[in-house]
Structures are given as C-alpha cells and as structure tokens.
Antibody, heavy 131, light 108 residues
Framework: QLQLQESGPGLVKPSETLSLACTVSGGSISSSDYYWGWIRQPPGKGLEWIGSFYYSGSTYYKPSLKSRVSISADTSKNQLSLRLTSVTAADTAVYYC???????????????????????WGQGTTVTVSS | SYDLAQPPSVSVSPGQTASITCFGDKLGEKYACWYQQKPGQSPVLVIYQDTKRPSGIPERFSGSNSGNTATLTISGTQAMDEAVYYCQAWDTSTASYVFGTGTKVTVL
C-alpha cells in the first residue's frame, strides 16, 4: 500500500528557505505512471497547488511561485523534495505531497501532459513562518 | 490566471441528492476532478478525469463536465459526506493546476 510522509522543520524564519521532504513507501518515485506534487493549505483556507514533478525531471510550477520554488527527487531515498525561498508569513500552511494520475492528449499536433487528479496524499506537515 | 469558482456552501437532507458546481471558462474543454476534505484530514480524491471514481469511492459520488461547469453529484447523501469539496482542473495553456474555492456541504 502506497504511503507518503512529509517531514521538515515546523518553524522557518522570514526571508529564509523552507525545505521539506516527502518519503514514498510501498511504491517508487521513479514510476513512469505518475507525477508527484506539492500542495499547501494556509490555516482556515483552501488548497493551493505548488508544483508537480516527474521522474524524468519534468516539472510544473504555479506561475506565481515559480521564481521561489524548486521540486526535485532523490531516487536513492525514494524522496520528493520541496524548496521555497524567501518565505514570508503568507507561506505559513500545512504542506502536503501527493501522487498524481496523468495522461497525454494531442493538442493540435502536439502531445501534452494532462494531470487528472491526486489519488494518494500524505498526512501533511505544518510549517509556520515566524521570527 | 485561470480561476475556478464554487458556491461557499450547500445544504442537503440525508438521503437526498447534493449537487456541487464548479465554474471556469471553457472548463468543459479541460479535465476536472473533485476532492473531499474533512476537518483535520488530508483531501481524498472522489472523482477524476471528469467522471471516473477511484477504487473505494462509493457509487453515490458521480461527476460531469460540460460548457463552463463541472458538477459533483452525491446521491443518497449520508451524514459521513459532510465535508468541504474542492474541484480542480489542469490548465493546458499555462501548464498549471488550479483548485476551486471550495464548497462546504452540510447534511441536516
């Protein structure tokens, strides 16, 4: 049974870099069948997609976060990583990692990836940005 | 940026049908999915690729997507279905995922 577990510091100072890990068990992060994503949820608010990663290195990021975010993987540890630089109080949230179902569709004559849904989620880890 | 709008709340009586809508420009040309989130828990995918149910999701959950509106329908709503529901869609033009604003479903 696939399980995802987020980990990292619960407290980060403003202007510093937030670094989180998502350890995958019961499956491989190198699977060609899935993307792997990060999502966050500020206290009392809705869900926000941060970005998604494919084992080949292909990544997608939320446009408004693209300048500050980086997602990568350590296949030897079967871990997905998130780095978010120059954090502010607005980055305080529960951070989730999730496996993502995807497919390929032809748009015009160009194959494009389409992400269909996030079917397995971690339990989330709370990150507070405060001095 | 691409936005998805949902009504803040929907109320339904036990055993009745709840319909939760998600509005976005030409949403019917994209693939929508739906998540259920109960307090203090991680979201759970209940519908993906417009109409498909993941393994383990009850048949009372169904989805549709056409025009500018995707709809999640819960037939024979049960007390355990009380939760916040989020829609989501992949925007091919920006290669980004968008979540809806969320709808709180109350069963009373």
């Amino acid at each position: 049974q696939l399980q995802l577990q987020e980990s990292g510091p619960g407290l980060v100072k403003p202007s510093e870099t937030l670094s989180l890990a998502c350890t995958v068990s019961g499956g491989s992060i190198s699977s060609s069948d899935y993307y792997w994503g990060w999502i966050r949820q500020p206290p009392g608010k809705g869900l926000e997609w941060i970005g998604s990663f494919y084992y080949s290195g292909s990544t997608y990021y939320k446009p408004s976060l693209k300048s500050r975010v980086s997602i990568s993987a350590d296949t030897s540890k079967n871990q997905l990583s998130l780095r978010l630089t120059s954090v502010t109080a607005a980055d305080t949230a529960v951070y989730y990692c999730a496996r993502t179902i995807f497919g390929v569709v032809i748009v015009g004559f160009t194959p494009q990836n389409v992400l269909y849904g996030m079917d397995v989620w971690g339990q989330g880890t709370t990150v507070t940005v405060s001095s | 940026s691409y936005d998805l709008a949902q009504p803040p709340s929907v109320s339904v009586s036990p055993g009745q049908t709840a319909s939760i809508t998600c509005f976005g420009d030409k949403l019917g040309e994209k693939y929508a999915c739906w998540y259920q989130q109960k307090p203090g828990q991680s979201p759970v995918l209940v519908i993906y690729q417009d109409t498909k149910r993941p393994s383990g999701i009850p048949e009372r959950f169904s989805g549709s997507n056409s025009g500018n509106t995707a709809t999640l329908t819960i037939s024979g709503t049960q007390a355990m279905d009380e939760a916040v529901y989020y829609c989501q869609a992949w925007d091919t033009s920006t290669a980004s995922y968008v979540f809806g604003t969320g709808t709180k479903v109350t069963v009373l």
